[in-house]
């Protein structure tokens, strides 16, 4: 290997890295529940939760926290935040009865998104706030109401296609919500259903990570709500949806080597990153770069909370440039946010036995086969670019030479590749090492996951610490009691 | 001198030697080109004149409009030139990074598109990204635009293979000189430069600056982003160099405060870049050399960009009765009043209440009979004195009693016998179910 590693470290938080140094208990789990397995740490969740509270401590705002349930399936994870004052937000008939179930009363619970009748009926039967996408929308649910005599239903409206004076930012073009410009007849429908509905407020989410987006959002939505209030409505609400956004990897520089690299292998005048020369995205023209890269911008320094403050701190340009939180405040909202994958930052990892390492007759990268599939590990689907730590079986052995590996997943199918990267490994991967891919709990862990040719999809358990020690249940096991005071599995030894 | 058009005015820049005493190089002639003198402020006048000049008269005919992707200069320049033809101009960006400039380009009458942020939830198959779409717009039949394609258009280099070159060998009597410090943009200016003089002599270094990749310089590309523009060929500069944005503000400081010229942070990179390449190839060499780099534009633009980084430089002396001056005791010790008893004291009509809070939300809710003066102006009204006469009492409210309390305890310290401060502010107020009006 003549260039140096273009490592991609993950960025490991305490208990990652204590889990990381427990290559005993990884192994003895991954042993006897199988490959792919998946971990999570419903503690993690709860700490992270408290890093978006005080974000609202120092605006001094009040309002719910919402979990977006579809960025993981976990019944430890939804349990355990119900254990604190956070909510969350459903996207579907399951999401909705899981929530109900894990303890979350209706007032902490809004349902969100494309809505069929039993969602839209179960929703209104116990209360929950409905996120109401448009007109028609918001038609059914008075139906509904009216129909079954339900009670009166909590409603958000959900807008989109927010406009600014003076510069003109385009936004992607959004598949949900009412466009602004004909918020008009939504507000006259609310005030026409007012026995059947009570607003809330209003609400968006903007898929995007420019903040310049979503602080015109905010801005459009203070502008509505001052409408609302003009019709005698009394809103109180506003919800910012999530896209907070996560820092993966440890280190920034090497994430700009890496993408300068991946530019120079695009152009030819470097051996290629990955896996037939794929671009993610970049394309070579006669020697001109063109195309955008398609990867999430993996090392973020200001994500989470962190973008959060950044937003709320953001002036309003249509309120003489004071900043939204102050006009939040001012204006006595209560604000709303769904945060997903910021809330599940560091909150779970994905192991994955090591099958076969071939070293390719002509040199190069080692092949390397794991027991999962591609969709095991979403990592690559969600353009997350982010190297799996190895988890030696038995004793470590001496430190090596660094390898370059391509890594493939388990199907029988030329594209199961668990990512088209060549991943640099600090150490040769052996049959029965585990490789751990760190951080995954947002989004990359069941949200694509298949029993494609009727291989397993993860097994999935709850890991916590007590003691020193780490302790660990079945995903479906676990209730806020087993970790905050109760029974659990010591796996003595492990730390 | 007289002309006929503004336009007459681009180009034929002075050369200017910067004194050795400033940049300290003991063998070395260095000569700012100050493109800054263009008539619409830059370098980049030159190449949007070049694209745009001959295409102007027919877009003119068939009413177009004029569109770069440009989030500076060029935009500046196109504006003005597309106002002369009665031409409307758009300019789309990722994003306006400097406020004064975006301001500018609306004076002008530019319209400004931003294009939209990366997607959250990523969609690896979707290759269709916003540029890719920009561009489609662009040809789609009937579309009447005149666009000039900075990155790709040769008529950018011409301008500078035409002016910029030759009028450097012209000022250095028909000599090329040692060196050429340039930063990366559209690398227009840079190739087109570079390519003269290295006619004259083949000798001649040419070193190429971008910016640190995670920094950001107006006017500079990063490495990466150099890759993407079609003008840029690595092969032109014997060798690239990355500048930080502290380099280029120091840069520009020297040529502000030092030498009379008053570069913006581009040309304070292209500065802070020659001298620092320079002074390592000194020891190489004792013959005397000459080196030449452009200065891009003007400083005036760059405030709130420079404030950001330096806000040391824009020291303000302190101003009387400041909040800031308070201390925690003294915010403590300012004397607040409950719901409740503000309701009583309200009810005498001895109070003037004052609400902190901004227009809008006073304008939407409020107590009854209350004044509205934001924070902002308030705090602008006690630096003069106490607003109000010491015989009124003042109830202050603001959110959630945190600046209302940090008020009354200045309105104490300046003299004034019985303000107070609305415990737990407007909120509280709301929650005690107190009534809020809006009028």
Known sequence: MGAPPLYLAPRLGEWLRSLLAAPELLHTLTDALGSPLNMVMPDQLAANLEQFRSVYGTHRLSGQVLFAHKANRSSALLRRLAATDAGVDVASLGELQHALGAGFTPDRITATGPKNPDFLWLAARTSVTVVVDGPAELEQLAVLVRKFTLPRTRVLLRLAGFETSGVRVLSRRSRFGTPVNESEQLLEAVQRHSDVVELVGVAYHLDTTSVTEKATALDGCLRVLEECRGRGLRPSAVDIGGGFGVDYLADGAQWERYTTALTAAVLGTRPPLTWGGHGYGLRNESGTLRGSLGLYPAHRPVAGPRYLDELLAHPAASFDGRPLAALLLEHLYDLYIEPGRALLDQCGLTLARVLEVRAPRNGGALLVRLAAKADDVGLEEHGVLMDPVVVPRGRARPAAEPVAVHLFGSLCLETDLITRRTVFLPRRPEPGDLLAFANTAGYCMDFHATRAQQQPAAAKVAAWQQAGSWRWCLDDQYWPVTSMGGVGYDMGGAQ | ?439
């Not at chain 2, 790709?152 to 410090?181: C, M, Q, S």
């Not at chain 2, 070193?207 to 590309?221: H, Y």
């Not at chain 2, 990063?222 to 503000?249: M, N, W």
């Open chain 2, 1 to 439: 001198m007289r002309y006929d058009s503004i336009t007459e005015a681009i180009g034929n820049t002075p050369l200017v030697r910067i004194d050795p005493a400033v940049h300290g190089l003991a063998h070395i002639d260095l000569y700012a080109k100050l493109e800054l003198l263009n008539p619409f402020g830059s370098v980049k006048d030159r190449a949007a004149w070049n694209m745009a000049g001959p295409r102007l008269a027919e877009a003119a005919a068939h009413g177009s409009q004029v569109v770069e992707l440009s989030s500076g200069n060029t935009a500046k320049a196109l504006a003005v030139l597309a106002g002369m033809y009665g031409l409307t101009f758009k300019s789309v960006t990722n994003r306006m990074r400097v406020p004064e400039i975006k301001d500018l380009l609306l004076l002008l009458g530019a319209e400004i598109e931003e294009l939209p942020g990366q997607s959250e939830c990523l969609d690896p198959t979707a290759t269709d990204d916003p540029l890719t779409l920009f561009h489609r717009t662009l040809s789609e039949p009937g579309s009447a635009y005149l666009h000039t394609d900075q990155y790709f258009n040769p008529r950018n280099t011409e301008a500078h293979l035409a002016g910029t070159g030759p009028e450097i060998v012209k000022d250095l009597d028909g000599r090329a000189p040692d060196w050429f410090i340039a930063c990366v943009g559209t690398a227009g200016s840079s190739t087109g430069v570079a390519r003269v003089l290295r006619e004259h002599d083949p000798a001649v270094r040419v070193v190429g600056l971008v910016a640190a990749k995670s920094d950001f310089i107006p006017g500079i590309r990063t490495i990466d982003e150099a890759h993407q523009v079609g003008l840029f060929d690595p092969g032109t500069y014997d060798s690239i160099e990355a500048v930080d944005s502290d380099e280029a503000i120091e840069g520009m400081l020297t040529l502000n405060r030092r030498c009379g010229i008053l570069a913006g942070p581009t040309g304070g990179a292209a500065y802070f870049g020659a001298v620092r390449r320079l002074k390592a190839a000194r020891a190489a060499s004792s013959a005397r050399q000459s080196a030449v780099f452009i200065v891009c534009d003007r400083v005036e633009s760059y405030m709130s960009y420079v404030r950001r980084r330096r806000p040391d430089l824009f020291g303000r002396p302190r101003r009387a009765n400041s909040p800031a001056d308070l201390t925690d005791a003294e915010v403590q010790a300012a004397p607040a009043i409950g719901v409740e008893d503000a309701r009583t004291w309200i009810g005498t009509g001895a109070p003037l209440v004052v609400d902190l809070r901004s227009p809008y939300a006073f304008a939407a809710l409020h107590i009854d009979g209350s004044v509205n003066i934001v924070d902002e102006l308030f705090e602008e009204l006690l630096h003069g004195g106490l607003p109000f006469s010491r015989t009124r009492p003042v109830l202050l409210a603001c959110p959630v009693g945190e600046k209302s309390a940090r008020y009354a305890a200045l309105l104490n310290r300046m003299g004034h016998p019985d303000v107070r401060s609305l415990a737990g502010g407007i909120i509280a107020w709301r929650d005690a179910g107190a009534p809020l009006v809006r009028d």
